[in-house]
């Protein structure tokens, strides 16, 4: 069974601060995992995903995620938050052994608030 | 690209009513969709796997009679609530994939159902 941890409800950080917002994952196989963003009343937008390679993946926006293999951990990051990244965040995970229709856990979301 | 279209993006009807929501890949052919529905400030709750020409799997707990889902093509699922009640208000969100599960799922913007 695969599952997905994200400890904050709500991450606040200053607009120009560093940015991160913390996942952890369980999978019995190999991982693929993603980060999503949604906008109120909106579908989720891909952020960017770790398959394989480097640890470090840069993706939109800005944003980037460190593959962490032993601390079962993919932190999603940004060096410097702007009051337009304000969204709810969802890490997932897919367990590229044992899942072959591409089914994602997702995490249950953190809340990104920045301020002015 | 990538760009997934879900239509109505509202809905607000008597109960007792039958809605169907479409949801199409528009710019690559999806082999798998996916349909899942969201409580407010929740995490998304997946409802049902759509493969284009086969049946739909469902998770466990969410009724086939009352949520009937069609992948009729590759560019093209549609999810029809049967008899629509008051507990069937909610968001409900498509995705959809290429036959890869090292691809992103692509979502839509969702659809607001409100059952009277």
């Known amino acids: 069974a695969q599952s997905v941890a994200q400890p904050e409800d709500q991450v606040n950080v200053a607009e120009g601060n560093p940015l991160t917002v913390k996942c952890t994952y369980s999978v019995s196989g190999n991982p693929y995992l993603f980060w999503y963003v949604q906008y109120p009343n909106r579908g989720l937008q891909f952020l960017l995903k770790y398959i394989t390679g480097d640890n470090l993946v840069k993706g939109s926006y800005g944003f980037e995620a460190e593959f962490n293999k032993s601390q079962t951990s993919f932190h999603l990051k940004k060096p410097s938050a702007l009051v337009s990244d304000s969204a709810l965040y969802f890490c997932?995970?897919?367990?590229?052994?044992?899942?072959?229709?591409?089914?994602?856990?997702f995490g249950a979301g953190t809340q990104v608030v920045v301020t002015p | 690209g990538a760009v997934v279209s879900q239509h109505p993006s509202r809905v607000i009807c008597k109960s007792g009513t039958s809605v169907k929501i479409e949801c199409r890949s528009l710019d690559f052919q999806a082999t798998t969709m996916f349909w899942y529905r969201q409580f407010p400030k929740q995490s998304l709750m997946l409802m049902a796997t759509?493969?284009?020409?086969?049946?739909?799997?469902?998770e466990q707990g969410v009724e086939k009679d009352k949520f009937l889902i069609n992948h009729a093509s590759l560019t093209l699922s549609t999810l029809t609530v049967t008899s629509a009640h008051p507990e069937d208000s909610s968001f409900y969100i498509c995705s959809a994939t290429v036959g890869y599960s090292n691809q992103p799922q692509h979502f839509g913007d969702g659809t607001r159902l409100s059952i009277l």
């Open positions: 997932a995970v897919r367990d590229a052994t044992t899942d072959s229709w591409g089914k994602l856990q």
């Open positions: 759509s493969n284009e020409g086969s049946k739909a799997t469902y």
